[in-house]
């Protein structure tokens, strides 16, 4: 059996880095709602909402960062939102909205749609839709009983560039990693580390085995033939 972070000391406190908050990437999915006391002033800004029939529940319009880090808005065109966190671009338009004269107390409610992040784990993928803030590895990946993780390895994208971070699960020093806290389109492998086989490799194993016991008995045979011809 495996103790994950080991070196954890029972009643010793620890300092915790908050949840880094989401940044907006090119190929971001943004769910953009206005609100404004008057409706009739908010519906330029909500063009792209869709109303659920009998349900009377709103989608928000959801846009594209496009490759330029922009999404086109209504009223407003073009609006730079790369590397931006929801709550900057939630303010961002709202300004601008304040600032144009459209609506004197916008209430604006940016999400994220695509948050998602794909787990390979012991040959299986398997493709996962966060809907909370802030997600970490440990709600992702959990050791359930007979699992063996040493270590995952968190391959991240950004600036259009990918980064592949180890994170050890013997140590607390998992929780300082920048990949601890997940982000969208994050890919999480789970190393077999040579701790689990697959029924495949169990199977090679035996059939090797066995062939290796037959070669023994025939070789063994062989020696007490020439022996007894001697």
Excluded: H
């Amino acid at each position: 059996m495996i103790t994950y972070v080991k070196d954890i000391k029972y009643g010793q406190t620890y300092n915790v880095k908050p949840a880094p908050e989401l940044r907006v990437q090119r190929d971001d999915q943004l769910e953009i709602q206005v609100f404004s006391t008057d409706p009739t002033l908010a519906e330029p800004f909500n063009t792209g909402a869709l109303v659920q029939d009998g349900v009377g529940i709103t989608k928000p319009a959801t846009y594209i960062v496009d490759n330029f880090g922009s999404i086109d808005f209504p009223v407003l065109g073009a609006l730079p939102v790369e590397g931006l966190t929801l709550k900057e671009v939630q303010n961002d338009i709202a300004n601008r909205i304040k600032s144009g004269g459209y609506i004197k107390e916008p209430i604006v409610k940016v999400g994220l749609a695509n948050f998602t992040i794909t787990v390979l784990k012991y040959g299986s993928t398997s493709k996962m839709t966060i809907t909370e803030p802030s997600i970490n590895l440990l709600q992702v990946v959990v050791p359930t009983e007979g699992e063996k993780i040493k270590d995952v390895m968190v391959i991240r994208t950004e600036n259009g560039k990918q980064t592949a971070y180890s994170v050890d699960y013997l140590t607390r020093e998992m929780f300082d990693s920048p990949v601890f806290y997940l982000q969208q389109n994050d890919i999480v492998y789970v190393k077999p580390n040579g701790w689990r086989q697959s029924q495949t490799a169990r199977n090679l194993m035996q059939v090797f085995s066995t062939a290796m016991s037959v070669v023994s008995t025939a070789s063994s045979i062989l020696i007490w033939t020439r022996l007894a011809g001697r």
